[in-house]
């Protein structure tokens, strides 16, 4: 029986190859829980639940704008009727726009603080609506980072929006424990991902920097980040909320 046997995951984000939300949604799948993967990149989203499927996991792919309010209700109205109730939420979309404080626009600023903060608002409370209503015990993970706890040049916004993230997730953890739902967030270090493949400068010895920068030797890999995802889903933390999972081989301790 797999760690999350019979529940109800949805995976925001969860297009991108290799990326977290794609390995995520494969993870949960592979442990058997029913994954819904939603992206605004319907195409993309799609291709991760055939992928899924194929692998003889159950999954669904629905196009999905995590910083619409009226498209969260309509997903998580779509979930209710066609699956009953939702289990586990991950939040995982996110952008990064990396650019020093004086090359910074107010329109970079205010997007990164949308789809990097003001979906997880809106996710974590459509969620916690539907499993107070249903009476689930449920799992919320929200997708932090380790730039919301060391400063990272050149990521101010971002920073400033993962951090929010993890102000709001203790916050809610706190107004959601009594009913059983718990809220905590993973704190990715670097991780190859398209998203982070795209933020490195065009230099062929930035590899070998970056490893040289972490104590354990290397870049992360997504299902690293899908693993710790895992534990938060699954009853193996359930005496865990408000908690904040750092996942970055050591880069930050020292």
């Not at 797999?2 to 290799?18: D, F, H, W």
């Not at 779509?78 to 952008?95: F, K, P």
Request: with cysteine; charged share 20%; proline share 3%.
């Amino acid at each position: 029986m797999g760690m999350v046997e019979g529940k109800v995951c949805l995976v925001t984000g969860g297009a991108s190859n290799p990326g977290l939300g794609h390995a995520i949604a494969h993870k949960l799948a592979s442990e058997g829980a029913t994954v819904v993967v939603t992206d605004v990149d319907g195409e993309g989203a799609a291709q991760t639940a055939e992928e899924i499927v194929a692998a003889g996991g159950q999954a669904q792919a629905w196009e999905q704008d995590v910083t619409d309010d009226a498209a969260w209700d309509a997903t998580i109205e779509r979930i209710g009727s066609e699956h009953g109730q939702l289990d586990v939420l991950v939040n995982n979309a996110g952008i990064a726009i990396l650019k020093p404080l004086p090359d910074l626009t107010l329109d970079d600023y205010n997007r990164q603080m949308l789809v990097n903060m003001t979906s997880v608002f809106l996710g974590t409370q459509k969620a916690v609506a539907i499993m107070r209503e249903k009476g689930v015990k449920g799992s919320i993970i929200n997708m932090s980072s380790v730039a919301a706890l060391v400063g990272v040049p050149a990521c101010s916004a971002y920073s400033a929006a993962k951090a929010g993230v993890l102000g709001f997730t203790k916050t809610i953890a706190s107004e959601t424990a009594a009913e059983g739902i718990r809220c905590n967030t993973i704190h990715p270090g670097l991780i190859d991902t398209n998203m982070q493949r795209q933020s490195k400068v065009d230099n062929p010895d930035e590899d070998v920097k970056l490893n040289a920068a972490i104590p354990l030797g290397y870049v992360g890999r997504p299902q690293s980040i899908a693993d710790a995802a895992l534990f938060l889903a699954s009853d193996l933390s359930s005496y865990m909320t408000g908690a904040q999972l750092v996942v970055d081989g050591g880069l930050i301790n020292q």
